[in-house]
């Protein structure tokens, strides 16, 4: 006989993004509107939000939503470590896509990466561009809107995405985009 | 002393309620806060697969859309899992306009977990959904397959680039503890 809990732990979503349920989900809609394509805020400038996830799961793939114009701009996106010193923000990168350029008007772009184990907890999703001539999908809640979604922002990585984060700027530029626990489709 | 839970048991047998597509919770609602409205079906013989959540076990004993003005069409609902296996459908049912459609169907036992809603339909009839830009479904796994009507007992899942997420509805009874 194995033993069946009624109500499990809430599993994590097949696509995980700071839109999921896990992220900010649709808490920033009534007061930031639907996503809309826009412009890259920033040339090599990473953006960062904190997820929780419920339970330990595998990121298959990252992704983004790409907007109604296609850039000539490379996008990455990462995963990020809650901050190890304990500080708000993120940390260590746990895995980082590749600078990929941006292809294809509203459709998703994906990234195929070493599958990842991401464990249950506070993670930091982070999402990079090289320039500004790259549309994605976004919501825009205003500077006295953003501290709820906790993200960040960084400027100056002409790298791609760091291997440690130190963000210090808020961010209110919140792109569609994220991982997927699915390895298709 | 009374002992007083901090998660109250139910005190009924069973209760009632429904899980949707378009519900708070569900993955699509993360994009779009609309209210559902009719709209017409994509395509012909078009299937929707969209990622729900059940968050507890219970028994799924009907299931229903919600259908635009225009007479005619038919629909089929069903439960697959995220592997795209199907576990349960409707098979074909004759759509009434400008209803509730529900449909009771064999009592279904599910564990808590993820599945695919999916649902097709043989017409272009207008049917209760959210219309979000386009590209947005796609990025919380909403899938689609063409010539798919009725549903398949595998889908083959593709995603989908459409702005139409269909109000598909399963109504539950959970046994107490």
């Excluded at chain 1, 190890?84 to 294809?104: E, F, K, L, M, Q």
């Excluded at chain 2, 047998?13 to 994009?31: D, E, K, L, W």
């Excluded at chain 2, 559902?36 to 028994?59: D, H």
């Excluded at chain 2, 349960?88 to 459609?101: E, F, K, M």
């Amino acid at each position: 006989m194995t033993f069946s809990p009624r109500v499990r732990p809430y599993a994590t979503a097949p696509f995980v993004g700071p839109h999921s349920i896990h992220g900010w989900y649709g808490e920033m809609l009534d007061s930031a509107g639907v996503a809309a394509s826009a412009t890259y805020p920033g040339a090599q400038r990473a953006n960062y939000y904190p997820i929780v996830i419920p339970t330990a799961c595998i990121a298959y793939r990252v992704f983004w939503l790409n907007g109604a114009t296609v850039g000539t701009d490379t996008v990455q996106v990462g995963i990020y470590n809650d901050n190890d010193a304990g500080d708000d923000g993120p940390g260590t990168a746990i895995v980082r896509g590749t600078a990929t350029t941006s292809a294809g008007a509203n459709v998703c772009q994906f990234d195929n990466i070493t599958d990842t184990v991401i464990p249950a907890g506070r993670i930091w999703l982070a999402i990079w561009a090289s320039g500004t001539t790259t549309t994605l999908f976004r919501v825009a809640p205003g500077a006295t809107l953003v501290k709820g979604t906790g993200g960040y922002q960084e400027t100056g990585l002409a790298g791609g995405l760091p291997a440690t984060a130190t963000p210090a700027t808020m961010s209110a530029y919140i792109p569609i985009f994220g991982f997927t626990t699915i390895a298709s489709p | 002393m009374t002992y007083s839970p901090a998660v109250p048991v139910e005190s009924a047998t069973y209760r009632h309620f429904a899980v949707s597509t378009v519900s708070r919770g569900q993955p699509p609602r993360g994009i779009q806060s609309a209210t559902p409205a009719s709209a017409a079906w994509p395509l012909a013989n078009l299937a929707i697969y969209v990622p729900i959540y059940f968050n507890e076990a219970g028994t799924i004993f009907q299931v229903g859309c919600g259908a635009g003005a225009t007479a005619g069409g038919n629909f089929d609902i069903g439960l697959y899992d995220m592997a795209g296996n199907k576990i349960q459908t409707t098979g074909t049912q004759a759509r009434t306009n400008s209803a509730w459609n529900a449909v009771n169907w064999t009592d279904l036992a599910i564990a808590p977990g993820w599945y695919y809603a999916a649902m097709a339909a043989d017409g272009t009839n207008n049917y209760s959904a959210h219309v979000p830009v386009a590209g947005l479904l796609e990025a919380v796994g909403v899938c689609e397959q063409q010539t798919a009507f009725v549903l398949p007992a595998t889908a083959t899942l593709t995603r989908t680039t459409r702005a139409f997420n269909p109000n598909i509805t399963f109504t539950l009874r959970s046994v107490a503890i």
